[in-house]
């Protein structure tokens, strides 16, 4: 490339093969036009709903607890439940959009339509993703080919979401009522189960519980100690008195029956004391198995307690759930509302036709550049004293400038 070391050697080089550069830029700019021309040209319509935060989302089972449902989940949930294949097929079958091109398969017609459709709130600026606060306004937007499907797509989509938004509040109103009513149907059989279990064990534990016989106890092992003491004294007495006769020996008739009486009467003290010991015994028993058998009794009362607290909460839920169920019913629920419905845009969006030929013509003068770069590479020839001295290092004495003109014949 010594042939172009200056300014001035490239356009000359320029003006030798302005013919290759003006043809191969001409062709550029005309292959651009034609590629930019059949771009198709899209529209855009945008309906509008005015949203609040629906009563059926902070009211549910699945919501309790934390102040209801984010705006940003329940826009995915919007969004997720419209773009499913069938609903999208739907809309495909209904204004026949790929009836002029039957090769598109049917997943690939789904993913063309699901890209045309924007649900996004308007949020002057504000993000809702994670937000509690509803941002009051939407905007379904459908991008078609022509102004008229535009428009009566974006409008399908709204009415869409309107359905969508009423179905969905019956079905959780529904659904929090169900969940509230079979809570407090199974509270209620639990209940019922532990007031069983109570009762079998209070006839089991009958002998011990604390009853008005049983409150007796103490009475009766005050009185049972105080006859125990006078047994012993009896018993002593008697004792005593038997020992003294027997140690006279050689008794007589009238002390041998005395020590006959005394045997008897030792022998009947003996088997009441022996009685009354048994039931202080028994006595004592009884109360350490009413001591359990009370403290058994306290746990089913307090799991009663628990469960009767556990019913009123859940039949409080279950009165606003159907209240709630009411209102829905009468349209007196908070819903979504159309404030605007899409009309035919006048203008298509940008389709890219100025940047396709900004760019083609761009490229065609790279191209024409490069070849004609391309062509004094492979014929490198030496044509000014500038060049010469470049290439050889010698400076030329004389040059002899091109003389034009028609040769003669």
Request: hydrophobic share 40%; no cysteine.
């Amino acid at each position: 490339m010594t042939s172009l070391g200056s300014i001035s050697d490239i356009l000359s080089m320029m003006w030798r093969r302005r013919w290759i550069l003006g043809t191969t830029i001409l062709a550029g700019a005309a292959i651009s036009y034609q590629v930019a021309i059949t771009q198709p040209h899209s529209y855009s319509a945008s309906a509008v709903l005015q949203i609040e935060t629906p009563r059926s989302l902070s009211e549910g089972p699945r919501s309790a607890g934390s102040g209801g449902i984010p705006a940003g989940y329940w826009l995915q949930l919007v969004q997720a439940r419209l773009m499913v294949r069938d609903n999208i097929q739907t809309l495909i079958d209904k204004f026949g959009l790929f009836e002029d091109s039957p090769e598109i398969t049917e997943a690939l017609q789904v993913e063309i339509v699901r890209r045309a459709f924007r649900i996004e709130p308007i949020t002057s600026g504000q993000f809702y993703g994670n937000s509690e606060q509803w941002p009051g306004v939407l905007r379904v937007t459908a991008t078609m080919g022509t102004p008229e499907l535009a428009a009566d797509m974006a409008n399908e989509m709204a009415e869409s979401v309107l359905e969508l938004n009423a179905s969905t509040q019956t079905e959780r109103t529904q659904e929090t009522l169900q969940f509230y009513s079979s809570e407090e149907s199974r509270i209620a059989n639990q209940i019922d189960a532990v007031e069983n279990e109570m009762a079998a064990f209070r006839n089991e534990h009958l002998d011990v519980l604390p009853t008005s016989m049983l409150d007796n106890r103490p009475d009766e092992m005050r009185t049972i100690d105080t006859e125990l003491n006078t047994i012993g004294g009896d018993l002593l007495e008697a004792r005593g008195k038997r020992e003294e006769l027997v140690s006279r020996g050689n008794l007589s008739t009238v002390e041998q029956r005395e020590v006959s009486r005394l045997d008897s009467q030792i022998d009947f003290l003996t088997t009441r004391q022996q009685q009354l010991q048994e039931r202080m015994s028994e006595i004592r028993a009884s109360g350490r198995r009413s001591v359990n058998a009370e403290a058994q009794m306290e746990a089913y009362q307090r799991r009663l307690v628990q469960l009767r607290e556990q019913q009123a909460e859940m039949s409080a839920r279950r009165a606003a759930a159907e209240t709630a169920q009411r209102l829905n019913a009468e349209q007196q629920s908070e819903q979504f509302i159309l404030l605007e419905r899409a009309v035919e845009p006048d203008y298509p969006l940008s389709s890219g036709r100025k940047k396709i030929m900004v760019f083609g013509l761009a490229g065609s003068i790279v191209l024409a550049l490069a070849i004609a770069i391309l062509l004094e590479i492979l014929r490198p020839v030496v044509r000014s004293a500038g060049q010469m001295e470049r290439s050889s290092g010698l400076r030329p004495v004389m040059t002899l400038p091109q003389i034009g003109g028609k040769r003669r014949g």
